[in-house]
């Protein structure tokens, strides 16, 4: 298996914008968790999903951010419009049966606001 | 709410030296506890984990110990090597049957292994 795809790797864009971050999780695995890392706050959960159905989204910081999940091989986390402070690495990960295995985590974008 | 501290947040040490990362957690009702180890520019990576069932495990020259008593768990690196060199995360979570408990992650420690 390839492991839990993300693309983009590095993403610049200007405040305002939107961004779409993309990632595909391992096959079989029925969590899909989005994270997001920064130096100051740390690996922060922002969503997951079970079985494509969003479970919890408290970790959301704003409207301005969404996540979909239309199928088990495919999810998108969306930032409309974009802001400066939305700069950090966003980590996509997969785990199978409750999370019981821990997770395997994809290589993360970079997100840089400017 | 529930909490995960890890110590120290940056340690040095010369390779073919131990290397060791503690934690501690709030939720007494956590039993699972991974650890995850991060290079630059990478996602991070599952490299041992412990049940609350057994005190200690140990995997070629990485070794988990938990406390329960205490709410501690130790990461034991022996033999350090410079590819050990990385930011290792312990985490914290209560793993049910039918439902899903939040991971909670510490803040993370940033090993450099000196040739």
């Known amino acids: 298996d390839a492991g839990v795809i993300q693309s983009p790797r590095h993403e610049v864009t200007e405040m305002g914008q939107e961004v779409t971050l993309r990632c595909k999780p391992i096959?079989?695995?029925?969590?899909l968790f989005w994270y997001r890392q920064t130096m100051m706050r740390g690996l922060e959960l922002l969503i997951y999903f079970n079985n494509n159905v969003p479970i919890d989204d408290s970790g959301m910081p704003e409207d301005r951010f969404s996540a979909k999940m239309p199928n088990a091989s495919f999810s998108t986390l969306k930032i409309q419009p974009s802001e400066p402070r939305d700069s950090a690495v966003y980590f996509c990960a997969s785990s199978f049966q409750h999370g019981h295995y821990g997770y395997t985590f994809g290589s993360g974008t970079r997100l840089t606001v400017v | 709410g529930e909490n995960v501290e890890q110590h120290p947040s940056t340690l040095s040490v010369q390779e073919g030296d131990s290397a060791v990362i503690k934690c501690t957690y709030s939720?007494?009702?956590?039993?699972?506890f991974p650890w995850y180890k991060q290079e630059l520019g990478k996602g991070p990576q599952l490299i041992i984990d412990?049940?609350?069932?057994?005190g200690e495990k140990k995997d070629q020259r990485i070794a988990v110990t938990l406390n329960k008593t205490a709410k501690h768990f130790s990461l034991h690196i022996t033999e350090t090597q410079p590819e050990d060199s990385a930011v290792y995360f312990c985490a914290a979570t209560h793993r049910r049957e039918t439902s899903y408990d939040k991971v909670i992650f510490g803040p993370g420690t940033s090993l450099s292994v000196i040739p």
């Open positions: 939720d007494s009702a956590s039993n699972y």
């Open positions: 412990i049940r609350s069932n057994v």
């Open positions: 096959s079989g695995h029925d969590y």
